[in-house]
């Protein structure tokens, strides 16, 4: 788990770099997406 969390991370840090804070925005986004379809998945 943590391991994927590093990579993502790693990840997130690469696209501010290259596309600016927009696709960092982006990220966020899309990560809260998931976080909500794992947390509906448990309940």
Do not use: H, P, Q, T
């Not at 790693?10 to 998931?34: C, P, W």
């Amino acid at each position: 788990m943590w391991r994927a969390y590093d990579i993502a991370k790693e990840k997130k840090e690469v696209i501010n770099m290259g596309f600016g804070a927009y696709s960092g925005f982006a990220f966020v986004i899309v990560l809260f997406i998931l976080l909500v379809i794992v947390g509906v998945a448990y309940i």
